[in-house]
């Protein structure tokens, strides 16, 4: 479920009806095939504890603004609390994570349009910002934490990877393969290179 907001106010209702229409033409029914891969490890992340001292750190650490969110509660609101709720929401937390329940509230995102490029009046220019629950995000951030551990403590990531890993990115990929590059060059040897340009990629991903 999402609600769409624009940020300027002298858009009018049908803007918000043609942002809607534009974004639910990227997604498709999901056939339920998902790529398997070997295992490369016989570790496995089993459990995940919250325990009240780390809901508080990781409350403590939002922002102090007044943010927009389904659930009406603002960042800075829950940052000021976060000694008198971290038990509460630890319990939650856990009860969540062992039973597999999410409340729907949690589940559901306000959709804002954010302009990339091109004509500001063709809907196809834009790209939606999901926000959600920041106590959800909460919750979702000390489950990535976990799961970093594991995955960097098992060494399950390629040394290829780039994206999406602290202390990498773009230039560090980009300079690996400059070096591969003039290496091969001075070997004398052939060098093949496939570019790929998903349109719209993270919004048409399968997610099981």
Known sequence: MCWLRCRRQNFRISSGCLFAESFGKVYST????????????????SEIIFEPYAVELELSKLASKVNTSPDEIPAIFLKKICTSIALPLSIIFNTSMRTGFLPDLWKT???????????RSDANNYRPISLTSTICKTMERM???????????????SNAQ?????????????????????SNMEKKKDMSSVYVDFRKAFDTVSLP
């Open 109 to 119: 995102a306000i959709v804002k349009p954010l302009f990339k490029k091109g004509s």
């Open 30 to 45: 999901d056939n339920g095939q998902y790529t398997t891969c070997d295992l490369r490890t016989s570790a496995h992340l």
């Open 162 to 182: 780039y994206g999406f890993r602290p202390h990498r990115g773009t230039e560090a990929q980009l300079l690996h393969y400059i070096s591969c590059i003039q």
């Open 143 to 157: 489950i990535r934490k976990e799961m970093m551990k594991h995955i960097y403590g098992n060494k399950l990531l």
